[in-house]
């Protein structure tokens, strides 16, 4: 809607941000990334779909992350499995563990835990 983008992006409004400046976003072979947002300082060797992912998370080789977001720091071991799943900072899902939430309510990881 261009009047909602008017009122919030206007010409004179200015945008604060914290900037945290970190290397860009590593694509190993076994990357495979559709229709997601990657924040810079990742290592993505899994496969991420329809996801969101912040600053610093790591996806191992065989890992896939679908409908989810997960949070700074975070990190998906080889062969794990997560679908529509809020994953907190710095929280781990270990080794071919499979998770899933439900699209109307999503499985929520507090922050710091290992799964």
């Known amino acids: 809607d261009t009047n909602l983008r008017n009122d919030l992006f206007t010409r004179n409004g200015t945008i604060f941000t914290k900037v945290k400046d970190s290397v860009p976003t590593r694509y190993r072979d076994g990357a495979n ?23 610093g998370v790591k996806v191992e080789a065989g890992a896939v992350i ?34 899933s939430g439900y699209e109307t309510y999503p499985m929520v990881i507090v922050k710091g835990k290992t799964v």
Request: with cysteine; glycine share 8%; proline share 0%.
């Open 33 to 55: 990334v559709k229709n997601s947002l990657i924040a810079d300082g990742c290592d993505i060797n899994g496969t991420v779909i329809n996801s969101i992912l912040f600053r």
């Open 66 to 99: 679908e409908n989810s977001i997960v949070m700074e720091g975070g990190k998906v071991c080889s062969g794990a499995k997560m679908s529509y799943i809020i994953a907190d900072k710095d929280v781990t899902i270990t080794e071919d563990k499979k998770i």
